[in-house]
């Protein structure tokens, strides 16, 4: 079984500051790896995928994520946050054996204070 | 290139009642997947619906069940409402069972009172 635990449940940050939204997982066997955002009152949205290769990910809006195997770990980070980024980020997992379903953590959300 | 749409957009049922949602999949798009997102929550895996037929289930109950149409449009259908089905309920589309291109629609609200 898989589990995925976003370590935040809200991140404050001012604006034009650094951020990093923090995504653990764990599992038996390889998985593909996402950050999706949702803004509210609105479905989701995805910023970037890890399915193989380079374990740096770059994504829309400027976010870059990081794969990193041995911690099981795919942190989300952006280095100059705006006042749009403003929006709840969800961490996802999909085992490889069996990819028709998303594990999905509780989500962070990103407060941007002006 | 259309995207994903859900309706209705919210809706009110009590208790007991039964409830159907409707989702059209992005042209081009063969697969539906839903997923239940409670409150404060990650969304949940209900089900998943490739060409026609049930591709995989995640933990819910047989009152939780679903079609998917010829045009590859898709209902999720829930019987004896319970409270605790409250939640947004999205629906996402992708090709070939795919869950790595999917593109998720804005949700239905269901309240159950």
């Known amino acids: 079984a898989q589990s995925v635990t976003q370590l935040d449940s809200q991140v404050p940050v001012f604006e034009e500051a650094p951020v990093e939204l923090r995504c653990n997982y764990s599992?038996?066997?390889?998985?593909?790896l996402f950050w999706y955002v949702q803004y509210p009152n609105q479905g989701l949205q995805l910023l970037l995928k890890?399915?193989?290769?380079s374990t740096l990910v770059k994504g829309i809006n400027g976010f870059e994520a990081e794969f990193n195997k041995s911690q099981t770990s795919f942190h989300l980070r952006k280095p100059s946050v705006h006042i749009s980024d403003t929006a709840e980020y969800f961490c996802a997992v999909s085992p490889m054996d069996s990819n028709y379903q998303l594990i999905w953590g509780a989500g962070t959300k990103l407060i941007i204070k002006p | 290139e259309t995207g994903v749409t859900q309706s209705p957009t919210h809706l009110i049922k009590t208790r007991g009642q039964q409830v159907t949602l409707r989702c059209s999949s992005q042209?081009?798009?063969?697969?539906v997947s839903w997923y239940q997102q409670a409150l404060g929550q990650g969304p949940q895996f209900i089900f998943q619906?490739?060409?026609?037929?049930?591709?995989g289930r995640g933990n819910f109950p047989p009152r939780f069940s679903g079609l998917q149409f010829p045009n590859y449009s898709s209902e999720l259908n829930v019987n004896a409402l319970e409270l605790d089905d409250s939640a947004l309920y999205l629906c996402?589309?992708?090709?070939?069972?795919?869950?790595?291109?999917?593109?998720f629609g804005s949700g239905t609200r269901l309240t159950v009172v």
């Open positions: 996402a589309s992708s090709l070939d069972r795919a869950n790595y291109g999917y593109t």
């Open positions: 599992s038996s066997v390889s998985v593909y």
């Open positions: 619906y490739y060409r026609e037929e049930e591709n």
């Open positions: 042209s081009g798009h063969n697969t």
């Open positions: 890890y399915l193989s290769g």
